[in-house]
């Protein structure tokens, strides 16, 4: 059997990868979808969702008088 080298056996390792993700996420201002207990197409219905709602402030910033 071969064994996995990958580092995903080590749940330090694991952690420490998914704070460093969550970190960067929020510097950078990006949504993180909870996807525990979802359907997959619940999931897509919320990645539409989000799109949608930057492409709408997205077109209100645009429509703003400049000043």
């Known amino acids: 059997m071969r ?3 990958s580092g995903y056996v080590d749940e330090e390792a694991v952690k420490a ?3 460093w993700a969550r970190r960067l996420c929020n510097s950078r201002g990006w ?6 207990r979802r359907s ?13 709602a930057w492409h709408e402030r997205r077109r209100k910033l645009a429509e703003q008088p400049a000043g």
């Open 40 to 52: 997959i197409e619940e999931t897509a219905a919320t990645v539409l969702h989000l799109i949608d």
């Open 31 to 36: 949504p993180v979808i909870d996807v525990t």
């Open 3 to 5: 064994q996995d080298t």
């Open 17 to 19: 990868e998914l704070l």
